[in-house]
């Protein structure tokens, strides 16, 4: 290949003074407890490596990913130690890995604590499970004599319904504190993004939001202290004129009623950009909106060009993405519309 191929013709338009500000914001939410930083998911389709940079950056010294190679990925830009690896040793293989990468391992059943011992021990995480009844130690493994042997940086656990008032909140906080009690740590950790804002209670000495880092308001109290963070972009690929009576896309699910002015976009359901929005969704071109007609298609959606005369082929709009809105309009969670946004995107930082 003589030259690397040209830019794609969707990116993702990234606020890392946001992204900072909201990390900032969270830390001081928390109270006397530090806030760490969920970047699994390529840190929820924002991009990992650029969220590290930034959020380390601004303070933050905890990360939280799923997978090893998640862990690996971002080896070259954190102290290894403060990286912790929430689904934990499922093999000898991974535990040997984490020893030798000096990733900490978040510990989550007796069966991966003896692995974790096997493969030689040292500093781990351990994740109880206070009634998500999802990943994590049962309470009533906590007083095993492998449980006893490890040497536990943070105690966590995790809340189910953080972003309601539930009773399960208080019951969780009490068994987190419970265990506390019963298990030597060095920190203790409880809150993802909404549990920040059930008060001092729950922060212990290390929050892990995610969704709020990259602006999803898990709780409405907290919208105003989180900034978005990321907006698709598309360009023009194609501006067209259709008559009365024609129809636009699969399925001909959409008919003008009039003559009318179509601009398509590199930007389709394979980049996150699902069928729901199908005559639902709506880009921005200098302040004009312009909606999503007919069916969004895998790589290219159309849009009505009324409102935009002097759009050209070429221009860049922007998706109304605005997270609680959009997760209002699409019917989809705010994780949902992070986490999808694909792999196609340019990430355009400023
Ligand atoms: C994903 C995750 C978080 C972050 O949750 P948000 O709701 O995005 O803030 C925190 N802790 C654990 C264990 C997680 O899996």
Redesign the pocket.
Known sequence: MPSPPPDPALRLRIDRAALAANWRALDALSGAARAGA?V?ADA?GIGARLAAIVLREAGCRDF?V?HWREAAELRDLLAPQDIAV?HGPLTGDEARWARAAGVRPVINSLAQAQRWLEAGGGPCHL?IDSGINRLGLPMADLGAEAIARLDIDML?S?LAS?DEDSALNPLQRARWSQARALVPHRRASLA???GIALGAEYHGDVT?????LYG?V?RPEMAGHLRQVAWPQAAVIQLREIGPGESVGYNATFVAPRRMRLAVIALGYADGYLRCWSGRGAMRWQGARLPVIGRVSMDMSVLDAAAAPDLAEGDWIEADYELPAAAAASGLSQ?ELLTLLGRRFGRESG
Do not use: Q
């Not at 892990?208 to 709020?212: K, N, T, V, Y």
């Open positions: 969920a699994k929820y939280f799923a929430l994740m966590l995790h953080a993802n993004s909404a892990r939001p995610g969704l709020a999803g898990p994780y």
